[in-house]
């Protein structure tokens, strides 16, 4: 009224069980980077949570660069809604775009990739 206005912050969320955050996120793992995603929700209708990846596309590939943590494959059943669902893989360059969505009990999502500024470790000799 009177040209006042408030703004009034407020969360939107599908009406689905179990739904990701907005961001996948990367996370150092000892030898390997886990490429991570909050869940959110519990399950109310449901008996088991089930969520994938796509898997690779490139053409001949012989060894799986990159699995489900905890799961088989690119995929993970369980029947209780973890913190999060995380992939593994070698670093973050084996992390295709197509593997960022994430289909969780038939339902697809396409969360936003981590920012292009990814953290490379890199070892260097002493006397350089």
């Given at each position: 009224m009177n040209d006042d206005y408030e703004v009034v912050e407020t969360h939107v969320r599908p009406a689905l069980e179990v739904?990701?955050?907005?961001?996948w996120y990367d996370v150092p793992a000892g030898a390997y980077v886990h490429r991570c995603i909050?869940?959110?929700g519990s399950l109310l209708n449901s008996t088991y949570l089930s969520m994938s990846v796509e898997a690779s596309n490139i053409d001949g590939l012989q060894t799986?660069?990159?699995?489900?943590?905890?799961?088989?494959g690119l995929e993970q059943n369980?029947?209780?809604?973890?913190?999060?669902?995380?992939?593994?893989?070698?670093?973050?360059l084996?992390?295709?775009?197509?593997?960022?969505?994430?289909?969780i009990n038939n339902d697809t999502f396409l969360p936003q990739l981590?920012?292009?500024g990814r953290w490379l470790?890199?070892?260097?000799?002493?006397?350089?």
């Amino acid at each position: 009224m009177n040209d006042d206005y408030e703004v009034v912050e407020t969360h939107v969320r599908p009406a689905l069980e179990v739904v990701p955050s907005t961001h996948w996120y990367d996370v150092p793992a000892g030898a390997y980077v886990h490429r991570c995603i909050d869940l959110h929700g519990s399950l109310l209708n449901s008996t088991y949570l089930s969520m994938s990846v796509e898997a690779s596309n490139i053409d001949g590939l012989q060894t799986q660069l990159v699995s489900a943590v905890d799961g088989v494959g690119l995929e993970q059943n369980m029947t209780d809604v973890p913190e999060t669902f995380c992939l593994e893989g070698l670093d973050p360059l084996v992390f295709e775009s197509s593997m960022g969505a994430l289909t969780i009990n038939n339902d697809t999502f396409l969360p936003q990739l981590p920012n292009a500024g990814r953290w490379l470790p890199m070892c260097l000799r002493r006397d350089g």
